[in-house]
């Protein structure tokens, strides 16, 4: 029942901006923490951001640190990455996730960054 529809990914030159977004349902959102990973071909899945139940906190990779900001929407139970100044090596899948879930995914939403 707990569900994720990620969403918003694109094509997106370097340096550009994007942002992505993931509708949760199926829990009570705003008791959640949630994250944003993301998984490159070849590799493994990454912790790229996480933001707190209300906003208030918020966590980057350094890879992310400065380009990225993680918000929420606690009403429309969304959580969204704001992405700029991109480069090639941010393309990847991205999955959102709430923090108490082993492994419980949606489909993901494809960034690629290229010219």
């Known amino acids: 029942q707990v569900q994720f529809v990620e969403s918003g990914g694109g094509l997106v030159q370097p340096g550009g901006s994007l942002r992505v977004s993931c509708v949760a349902s199926?829990?009570?959102?705003?008791?959640?923490?949630m994250s944003w990973y993301r998984q490159a071909p070849g590799k493994e899945r990454e912790l790229v951001a996480t933001i707190g139940r209300t906003g208030a906190f918020t966590n980057y990779a350094d890879s992310a640190k400065g380009r990225f900001t993680i918000s929420r929407d606690n009403a429309k139970n969304t959580v969204f990455l704001q992405m700029n100044s991109l480069k090639p090596e941010d393309t990847a899948v991205y999955y959102c996730?709430?923090?108490?879930?082993?492994?419980?995914w949606g489909p993901g939403t494809q960034v690629t960054v290229s010219s």
């Open positions: 199926g829990f009570t959102f705003s008791n959640a923490i």
């Open positions: 996730k709430r923090s108490s879930d082993q492994n419980n």
